[in-house]
């Protein structure tokens, strides 16, 4: 069974500091990549996703995520966050199949 | 578009008693889930439906029920709550072409 590994339970930086979130999976298919965003109190909003072409993919809010096929790893980057990128990050693998596994989530907390 | 709604957002229910929460989407997707959201574990999947009239278990179905009562709704049916079921609930929807998920707002469950 496929899973989902995100490296860090919580980070805390400052405002403009460069953010970095891994994500690593166990699946040696070919797959389907997304991280989702969980603001306080809201739901799941998709920040990016991957399926094909340039392993460097481009979502909103200044956030970017590459995909190491070698490494089975797709990691979020944001060069420099806000108080209002203070959320809970999700990475998700996706194998082709019915089922989108999560991983446990990253809390982010950005200090003004 | 509302795109995939919930009902009811919050509940607080005792042990024993049951209750059924409602979603329903706007976007014409084929597939429907239901997760729960609990800390340090990331989402799991209860039970999807791939098509109207089809339903299937997830990874933690026990104590759980679905009906999949039209393509427009899917609703999650717990018959004796327990309070291993307080949680979040959030129903999702997959795009037909990507597998990518689009999640309602959620309801949050208190099992006492």
């Known amino acids: 069974a496929q899973s989902v590994s995100q490296h860090n339970h919580h980070v805390i930086l400052s405002e403009a500091a460069s953010l970095e979130l891994g994500c690593n999976y166990s699946?040696?298919?070919?797959?389907?990549l997304f991280w989702y965003v969980q603001y306080p109190g809201q739901h799941l909003q998709l920040l990016l996703k991957?399926?094909?072409?340039?392993?460097l993919v481009k979502g909103i809010k200044g956030f970017e995520a590459e995909f190491i096929k070698s490494k089975f790893s797709f990691n979020l980057r944001k060069p420099s966050v806000q108080w209002s990128d203070t959320a809970e990050y999700f990475c998700?693998?996706?194998?082709?199949?019915?089922?989108?596994?999560f991983g446990a989530g990253t809390t982010v907390t950005v200090r003004a | 578009n509302a795109g995939v709604t919930q009902t009811p957002k919050f509940q607080v229910l005792k042990t024993g008693q049951s209750m059924t929460l409602q979603c329903a989407q706007d976007?014409?997707?084929?597939?429907m889930y239901w997760y729960r959201q609990d800390p340090g574990m990331g989402l799991r999947l209860i039970y999807y439906?791939?098509?109207?009239?089809?339903?299937d278990k997830g990874e933690v179905p026990n104590g759980y029920n679905v009906s999949r009562l039209n393509k427009r709704e899917f609703s999650l049916r717990l018959e004796s709550a327990a309070p291993s079921q307080t949680s979040v609930y959030f129903c999702?929807?997959?795009?037909?072409?990507?597998?990518?998920?689009?999640f309602g707002p959620g309801t949050r469950l208190t099992v006492l």
């Open positions: 999702a929807t997959v795009g037909q072409v990507y597998n990518e998920q689009f």
């Open positions: 991957y399926f094909s072409g340039d392993p």
């Open positions: 699946y040696g298919g070919t797959v389907n």
């Open positions: 439906s791939a098509s109207e009239g089809t339903t």
């Open positions: 998700a693998v996706n194998a082709g199949d019915y089922k989108l596994s």
């Open positions: 976007m014409n997707h084929n597939s």
